[in-house]
Every structure is written in structure tokens, then in C-alpha cells.
């Protein structure tokens, strides 16, 4: 079984910025995906920032030139760093990841972190 942690949330005025860490910890063989969802309230949730299984990245039109993810993976560690944060980006961010287990090869299982909140004021 695999667990997520994330941390990093909190209130800041725009333009200001924010990091959000978000550790899996669990019996891990491979890692083919990693990212950041974010849902607002009203709103479905939807794809911040993410890695593929080759090292690509994908975001999200509206983040693009803002935010940066990154990774440790000696950690099975991704991060998320956002810049000149705006009133738009708050929602709850939930870090996301599909893996292998070690237990069941060939599996692909997904796993979601317990979000964290993030308030941007104007």
C-alpha cells in the first residue's frame, strides 16, 4: 500500500508564491506518473502539473510560465513551485500518484494525497 503526504499550503497575497511537497511512502517498484490536481470550489478538479513515465511535463494553459514542478526521486518526492500567484489559483491541490507495486508486478495503481488549501487574496 501507498501513502501520500503533502504539505506546503497556506494564504499569501497575489503575486506572492507558494512550494507544496507531496512524499510517497509504501512499497513502490516504479513510478509512471506524478503531479498536482487542483479543485476550486464549484469547480471540477482538474490537471495542475504532472510528469509522464518518460520525464515529460504537462501543465495546465493557465499555469503555464507561473508554476514549476520538480521531482526527487531518490525520495519519491514531487514539488510545486507557484509564482506570481493569482486570486484564480485557490483551491485544494492534491498531489497524484500511478505506480507499480512491488507486490503486484505489472499493476498500475493510482494514489491521491490528502490535499492541502491553498487561499491566494487580492
Known amino acids: 500500500q501507498v501513502q501520500l503526504v503533502e504539505s506546503g499550503g497556506g494564504l499569501v497575497q497575489a503575486g506572492g508564491s507558494l512550494r507544496l511537497s507531496c512524499a510517497a511512502s509504501?512499497?513502490?517498484?516504479?513510478?509512471?506518473?506524478m503531479g498536482w490536481y487542483r479543485q476550486a470550489p464549484g469547480k471540477q478538479r482538474e490537471l495542475v502539473a504532472r510528469f509522464t513515465r518518460s520525464g515529460s511535463t504537462n501543465y495546465a494553459d493557465s499555469v503555464k510560465g507561473r508554476f514549476t514542478i520538480s521531482r526527487d526521486n531518490a525520495k519519491n518526492t514531487v514539488f510545486l513551485q507557484m509564482n506570481s500567484l493569482e486570486p484564480e489559483d485557490t483551491a485544494v491541490y492534491y498531489c497524484n500518484f500511478i505506480v507499480v507495486l512491488r507486490s503486484v508486478p505489472y499493476s498500475s495503481n493510482e494514489y491521491w494525497g490528502q490535499g492541502t488549501q491553498v487561499t491566494v487574496s487580492s
Open positions: 509504501g512499497s513502490i517498484f516504479s513510478i509512471n506518473a
